[in-house]
């Protein structure tokens, strides 16, 4: 059943439900309340100690955020992105994993680089060079140690991916 002030209410109809999922229900439906009247984000917090300084403080938090604006995701890099992005690979360059890149030289070529940020933080980066001929080249591909082995390397290898296709390179 839908409240008058838009958001869902539980009758005793809905008698599968415990408790909890009837006040995580309520809890989001709250939420989208206030992100409709103009809050930017949400958080919906277990009661434990410490649970809310550390979804304030800590950029992973402890509970869950709902969010109007891209708290995570990919988008092409710009100009304001070049200190991030050569931070994020230096440690590679030092071990001669990575070829070198100057910040000049990330500067011109921007425009072929693609960040995955998290809360406006860069985590991974990677470029995509588009040749003549349908060929195109992913490199630099960079997660950050913070954020290994939890899926960001495939999403921004997979996102590259399908922007070759999607410009046509199929080489």
């Not at 839908?2 to 005793?12: E, L, V, Y």
């Not at 604006?69 to 050569?86: F, K, N, S």
């Not at 060079?129 to 899926?151: M, N, P, T, W």
Request: aromatic share 8%; net charge positive.
């Amino acid at each position: 059943m839908i409240h008058p002030r838009g958001f869902a209410s539980i009758t005793p109809s809905h008698h599968r439900l415990s408790r909890a999922e009837i006040e995580t229900l309520i809890k989001f439906g709250w939420s989208t309340h206030a992100l409709e009247k103009g809050v930017k984000r949400a958080h919906i917090l277990y009661p434990a100690n410490g649970a809310l300084l550390q979804e304030l403080y800590t950029r992973d938090g402890s509970g869950t955020l709902i969010s109007r604006d891209l708290y995570e995701g990919i988008r092409r890099a710009d100009v304001g992105d070049v200190a991030g992005i050569y931070d994020l690979i230096d440690p590679l360059v030092k071990r001669g994993t990575l070829v070198e890149r100057t910040k000049n030289s990330l500067e011109r070529d921007i425009m072929s680089y693609y960040v995955y940020t998290r809360d406006n933080l860069i985590v991974a980066t990677g470029q995509l060079k588009r040749f003549e001929g349908g060929y195109a080249e992913i490199g630099c591909l960079v997660v950050s140690k913070d954020y290994r082995s939890q899926g960001r390397g495939d999403a921004m290898l997979g996102y590259l991916e399908r922007l070759c296709y999607q410009s046509g390179a199929a080489k």
